[in-house]
C-alpha cells in the first residue's frame, strides 16, 4: 500500500462545477499535509496548507481529518484555468528536515 | 524576486556520459532538495541538505551524487547516466523542517540518449 494516495481520476468537469478530491495517508504520525497543484511539464507550486480545523482560500477549501486520514480538496466554481493535477502532500519529521511523501496526484480538466 | 533556480531548462546527455544540474537559491532556505519525477508519477525524494548535513534516501541509486558548496547553491551529479534515469529533476527548498511548504524550482528535464 502506498503511504499516500490518490483517486488519479482524471476528472473531467463542466465549468462552474464543484469538484472534490481526497487522499488517504497511512503514516498516524504524519504532521503536516498540504495540497499543490502541477500543471503540465511545470513544477509543483503550493497551493494551501492543510489544517484539522479547514482553511479556505477564494474557492479552493481544503480540510483534514486526522482520525479516518485523509485530506480533502474542494473546488467551487470552477474556472478553465483550475485544470491541472493536483497533488497531496504529507509530511512527518522523523529526520532533522521535515520529510515530505507525494500522491501520484489527481488530475482534473475543467471544460467549457 | 526570491526564487529557486535550475539550470538547464533541458539537458540532454550520451548514455554513460556524466552531467550536473545545478541549483541556486535567493530564499536563503537552509534545506534544499532534489526531486525526480517521471511522467504521471508523484515526484520521488533523492536526498536533501540540512544546511551541510547531507541526507540520502535508502533507495537513491549511488548513480547520483549531490554537492552543497554553500547555502544558495546545490548540484545534482548524475555520474553514468542510463536510460532509467530520464526524468523531471526538480530542486525545491523550505525553511527549516518545511512547515511552511516547499519551493520548487522550474525543473531540468533530462533526456538520455
Known amino acids: 500500500r502506498k503511504e499516500v494516495e490518490q483517486d488519479p481520476g482524471p476528472f473531467n468537469v463542466p465549468e462552474g462545477a464543484t469538484v472534490a478530491f481526497n487522499c488517504t495517508y497511512s503514516?498516524?504520525?504524519?504532521?503536516?499535509f498540504f495540497w499543490y497543484r502541477q500543471d503540465c511539464r511545470k513544477e509543483p507550486k503550493l497551493l494551501m496548507s492543510?489544517?484539522?480545523s479547514g482553511n479556505e482560500d477564494g474557492r479552493f477549501t481544503a480540510q483534514l481529518n486526522r482520525a479516518s486520514q485523509y485530506i480533502s480538496l474542494l473546488i467551487r466554481d470552477s474556472k478553465l484555468s483550475d485544470s491541472a493535477t493536483y497533488l497531496c502532500?504529507?509530511?512527518?519529521?522523523?529526520?532533522?528536515?521535515?520529510?515530505?511523501?507525494f500522491g501520484d496526484g489527481t488530475t482534473l480538466t475543467v471544460k467549457p | 524576486d526570491a526564487m529557486v533556480i535550475q539550470n538547464p531548462r533541458y539537458q540532454v546527455t550520451q548514455f554513460g556520459k556524466p552531467v550536473t544540474l545545478s541549483c541556486s537559491q535567493t530564499?536563503?532556505?537552509?534545506?534544499m532538495y532534489w526531486y525526480q519525477q517521471k511522467s504521471s508519477q508523484a515526484p520521488k525524494l533523492l536526498f536533501h541538505?540540512?544546511?551541510?548535513?547531507?541526507?540520502n534516501e535508502a533507495d537513491t541509486p549511488d548513480n547520483f551524487q549531490s554537492r552543497r558548496p554553500n547555502t544558495s547553491f546545490c548540484f545534482l551529479d548524475i555520474r553514468s547516466p542510463g536510460l532509467g534515469d530520464a526524468a523531471m529533476y526538480l530542486c525545491?527548498?523550505?525553511?527549516?523542517?518545511?512547515?511552511?511548504?516547499?519551493?520548487f524550482g522550474s525543473g531540468t528535464r533530462l533526456t538520455v540518449v
Open positions: 525545491a527548498t523550505s525553511r527549516g523542517t518545511g512547515e511552511g511548504g516547499y519551493t
Open positions: 503514516n498516524s504520525a504524519s504532521q503536516s
Open positions: 492543510v489544517y484539522s
Open positions: 502532500v504529507v509530511m512527518g519529521y522523523n529526520t532533522n528536515a521535515g520529510k515530505s511523501t
Open positions: 530564499l536563503n532556505h537552509n534545506v
Open positions: 541538505y540540512y544546511d551541510k548535513d547531507f541526507n
